[in-house]
């Protein structure tokens, strides 16, 4: 069955640091989310994604945050500058155009020292 | 904005227990709601959906109804299982094309054999 992945499983960075966290959506889905978890709080939505532009952001997605999709099979979240308040689980997500079901990536624990 | 409210965790139960974790909803319009889990290192996973009020969402055992007068939409297995061992994310989707899902706090969910 088709999932979507996601790399690493766990990032550990310092602060001020760059980090790039990826993630390969199911293959015939056109629209591609990134949602955050931080540890105890709510699942929140950052960004999403469709036809190679930012469709929907938000207020947490600052200039800090940039999505891109490199190629046909990667979308990555790229955080220019971490602070200890990005530590958090990252979770991808990707959909059909006629879907109301997002199927999500096992996430990625970003820890910021 | 939208939002959900879900009950607060932990919850520990016997195997064979009736489940209920409840979930309330604020939106404007008529949302889709959703039911995910997350078995442990996994990703989340769509377990229900309803689209419409009165609409019954059921899977592998659970069920919820979206109850529009109440807004709310509980979910509720007859008998649990250890292997039901896991979070319970609740989540909406606005009606008006928003594409983004908007989460409960997350219960978890322990059944003890």
């Known amino acids: 069955e088709p999932e979507v992945t996601q790399t690493p499983s766990h990032q550990v960075t310092q602060m001020g640091q760059e980090v790039i966290l990826r993630c390969v959506p199911i293959?015939?889905?056109?629209?591609f989310y990134w949602y955050r978890q931080i540890l105890g709080q709510k699942v929140e939505f950052l960004v999403s994604?469709?036809?190679?532009?930012?469709?929907?952001k938000s207020e947490i997605f600052d200039d800090q945050f940039s999505v891109e999709r490199p190629d046909g099979s990667n979308f990555t979240l790229k955080i220019r500058s971490t602070k200890l308040e990005d530590s958090a689980m990252y979770f991808c997500?990707?959909?059909?155009?006629?879907?109301?079901?997002?199927?999500f990536g096992p996430g990625t624990r970003l820890t910021v020292l | 904005g939208d939002s959900v409210t879900q009950m607060e965790g932990p919850v520990t139960l016997s195997e064979e227990a009736f489940l209920t974790i409840n979930c309330t909803y604020t939106?404007?319009?008529?949302?889709?709601l959703f039911w995910y889990v997350q078995y442990p290192g996994e990703g989340l996973q769509l377990l229900l959906k309803?689209?419409?009020?009165?609409d019954k969402g059921s899977n592998k055992g659970f069920e919820a109804t979206y109850r529009k007068e109440t807004t709310s939409f509980h979910l509720e297995k007859g008998s649990v299982q250890v292997s039901d061992s896991a979070v319970y994310f609740c989540?909406?989707?606005?009606?008006?094309?928003?594409?983004?899902?908007?989460f409960g706090t997350g219960t978890r969910l322990t059944i003890i054999p």
């Open positions: 997500a990707s959909s059909e155009p006629t879907s109301n079901e997002q199927f």
């Open positions: 293959s015939n889905h056109l629209y």
């Open positions: 994604f469709y036809n190679n532009e930012i469709s929907e």
């Open positions: 939106a404007t319009g008529y949302p889709s």
């Open positions: 309803a689209t419409k009020a009165d």
């Open positions: 989540a909406l989707r606005a009606f008006f094309g928003n594409e983004k899902l908007t």
